[in-house]
Nanobody, 124 residues
Framework: QVHLVESGGGLVQAGGSLRLSCAASELTFTFTDYIMGWFRQAPGKERQFVAAINWNARDTSYVDSVKGRFTISRDNAKNTVFLQMNSLKSDDTDIYYC???????????????WGQGTQVTVSS
C-alpha cells in the first residue's frame, strides 16, 4: 500500500502564500514512474484537478484558475512533490489532495493513489 502524506496546509489571509508538500512512503513505489499532482475538493463538490508534473519535471499542467499563481515541483531524491501557492484567494479554500498515476492524471479516474488531504483556508 502506497502512502502519500501531505503537509503544509493551514489558514492564511488573502494574498498570502502556502507551500504544500506530499511525500511518498513506500519502498516498492518507484516515484519516477509516476506523474504527480494535486486536486482540491470543496464539501459537496467533485474533486477538481489543480496541477500535475511529469517524472522529470519538464512537463507541467495547471487548471486555468491557478495559472501564474501556483507552481508544482518535485524532488525525486526525496520522493516528494510540492505545490507553491501564491496570491491566494478565498476561492482557493478547499481540501487539497496529493495524487499519483502512471498515465494522465488530469482527471480523477487516472489517479491510482491519493493522499489523505490537507485543509487550506484563505480568509478574506
Amino acid at each position: 500500500q502506497v502512502h502519500l502524506v501531505e503537509s503544509g496546509g493551514g489558514l492564511v489571509q488573502a494574498g498570502g502564500s502556502l507551500r504544500l508538500s506530499c511525500a511518498a512512503s513506500e519502498l516498492t513505489f518507484t516515484f519516477t514512474d509516476y506523474i504527480m499532482g494535486w486536486f482540491r475538493q470543496a464539501p459537496g463538490k467533485e474533486r477538481q484537478f489543480v496541477a500535475a508534473i511529469n517524472w522529470n519535471a519538464r512537463d507541467t499542467s495547471y487548471v486555468d484558475s491557478v495559472k501564474g499563481r501556483f507552481t508544482i515541483s518535485r524532488d525525486n531524491a526525496k520522493n516528494t512533490v510540492f505545490l507553491q501557492m501564491n496570491s491566494l484567494k478565498s476561492d482557493d479554500t478547499d481540501i487539497y489532495y496529493c495524487a499519483a498515476g502512471r498515465w494522465d492524471i488530469r482527471t480523477a479516474r487516472g489517479v491510482e493513489y491519493w493522499g489523505q488531504g490537507t485543509q487550506v483556508t484563505v480568509s478574506s
